[in-house]
């Protein structure tokens, strides 16, 4: 079946410093990856996506490539803010015909806190 | 746009109890979906309905949790009777196709069963 593995958190970084949260993925289709991001006591809001192999996904300022070839799909920001701080999610739908692209796979999230 | 509503924010019950989570997706999503959080299993997939008709439900634990959507603009999901195991994040998400695309979730209802 599918499933994503995201990096075990916490991850606590200074304000200006740089990001990666790695995630990898297993899907026997084509899927379509996604990063979610969840502010504390809120629901999740997507971040960015790719839906083919070599696809980036940006927004506000992080980046993730699909890298077909390695299953991976690593969130990067070069200079992390205060309010950054959040839980990311890493995520795939897949695609197969017939499948149930509906249904989001989650990764168990990775809490980022950042210092002042 | 108001976004998902859910509620309640937080629910605290005794073992045994009937529970009522209550959402309203997104007007014009016709897609829903039920997910439980919880450390051990992060993010689950409880049921998944498409122009209010349940499409999978195979996420549901047991006989115990149950779900409806009499209508476009209402979804419930129940547990009876509950149990300190259902302690748990139980978000409700909405979509305009088929959930591949974006969801959107609402803030979720905190359930502590004691």
């Known amino acids: 079946g599918n499933s994503v593995t995201q990096m075990e958190g916490p991850v606590t970084l200074s304000e200006e410093a740089f990001l990666t949260i790695n995630c990898t993925y297993t899907?026997?289709?084509?899927?379509?990856l996604f990063w979610y991001v969840q502010y504390p006591g809120e629901g999740l809001q997507l971040l960015l996506k790719a839906t083919k192999a070599d696809d980036k996904g940006s927004n506000k300022g992080f980046e993730a490539t699909y890298r077909k070839e390695t299953t991976s799909f690593h969130l990067e920001k070069g200079s992390v803010q205060v309010s950054d701080s959040a839980v990311y999610f890493c995520a795939l739908s897949d695609h197969r015909s017939g499948g149930s692209n509906y249904k989001l796979t989650f990764g168990k999230g990775t809490l980022l806190t950042v210092n002042p | 746009d108001a976004g998902v509503i859910q509620s309640p924010r937080h629910e605290v019950t005794e073992m045994g109890q009937e529970v009522t989570l209550r959402c309203k997706p997104i007007s014009g999503h016709n897609s829903l979906f039920w997910y439980r959080q919880t450390m051990m299993r992060g993010l689950e997939l409880l049921i998944y309905f498409n122009n209010n008709v349940p499409i999978d439900d195979s996420g549901m634990p047991e006989d115990r949790f149950s779900a409806k959507m009499p209508n476009a603009s209402f979804s419930t999901l129940k547990i009876q009777p509950s149990e300190p195991r259902d302690s748990a994040v139980y978000f409700c998400?909405?979509?305009?196709?088929?959930?591949?695309?974006?969801?959107?979730f609402g803030s979720g209802t905190q359930l502590s069963v004691l």
């Open positions: 998400a909405s979509s305009t196709g088929t959930g591949r695309e974006k969801l959107f």
């Open positions: 899907a026997t289709g084509y899927p379509s």
